[in-house]
C-alpha cells in the first residue's frame, strides 16, 4: 500500500478542517460548496475526506415506540 484515503463523517466539516489543517498540519486539496460541505486534506500519502453528518428525516425515523429494531453505527476511532 502507498497510501490511504480515510472517509468518515463529522458533526462540523470547517471546524475539522481547522482542526486537520491547523493543529496536525494537513494540506487543504479541495472544498465543494457555498458555503462550504465537503472538504479533502492531505498529509503525505495520507488523504482524509470527512463530509457532514446527515441528519435524521422525522418523517422516516422509527418512532422509539415502534416494535421494530433500529440500527446504531458505531464510531470511527
Known amino acids: 500500500m502507498h497510501g490511504s484515503t480515510a ?5 462540523n466539516v470547517m ?3 481547522a482542526y486537520y489543517r491547523d493543529k496536525l ?3 487543504v486539496a479541495f ?5 462550504t460541505f465537503y472538504i479533502g486534506l492531505c ?6 475526506q470527512p463530509p ?3 441528519r435524521a428525516n422525522p418523517a ?7 416494535s421494530t429494531t433500529a440500527t446504531r453505527s ?3 476511532w
Do not use: N, Q
Request: proline share 11%; charged share 25%.
Open 60 to 66: 422516516t425515523a422509527p418512532s422509539r415506540s415502534s
Open 52 to 54: 457532514p453528518r446527515r
Open 74 to 76: 458505531m464510531p470511527i
Open 15 to 17: 471546524e475539522s478542517l
Open 25 to 27: 498540519g494537513f494540506d
Open 7 to 11: 472517509v468518515f463523517t463529522v458533526k
Open 31 to 35: 472544498e465543494y460548496g457555498k458555503p
Open 43 to 48: 498529509s503525505g500519502e495520507v488523504t482524509v
